[in-house]
């Protein structure tokens, strides 16, 4: 059965890269590694307050799920990184950007087992 996928759209991917399956386990598993990371980085970051950092991270987050078809995660980062820029984020907002990573890291462990890599 195929899975719903609602944080990304694995299908773009793959068409964009050719269907090559060693590949799209290649891209997913960089960013299955380096995302949690990332994402206590920015997280600590925004706690501390150091919005330079924050931001770029929050950017650098962004630029990485566009790929993968993560809309809502992608502008949500984008809008972090606007807040960011006029003072300290919300924590509602940082924590909206938290769960949706969590989502797209869950779909992202799906993605591979339902491709067979």
């Known amino acids: 059965m195929a899975i719903s996928f609602q944080h990304i759209d694995p299908r773009s991917l793959l068409e964009a890269i050719g269907n090559d399956r060693a590949t799209f386990a290649h891209l997913i598993g960089m960013f299955l590694r380096s995302t949690p990371q990332t994402r206590d980085a920015l997280l600590a970051a925004a706690a501390a307050d150091e919005r330079a950092t924050a931001r ?3 950017h650098e ?3 990485n799920v566009v790929i993968f078809g993560a809309t809502r ?4 980062l984008s809008s972090l990184e606007h ?5 300290a984020a919300p924590a509602a907002q940082i924590a909206r950007c938290q769960d949706l990573i ?4 869950a779909e992202m462990q799906a993605a591979l087992l339902e491709n067979g890599t």
């Open 56 to 58: 770029r991270l929050a």
């Open 83 to 87: 807040a960011l820029d006029d003072g």
């Open 102 to 105: 969590e989502g797209v890291l």
């Open 61 to 63: 987050m962004r630029g």
């Open 73 to 76: 995660l992608a502008a949500e």
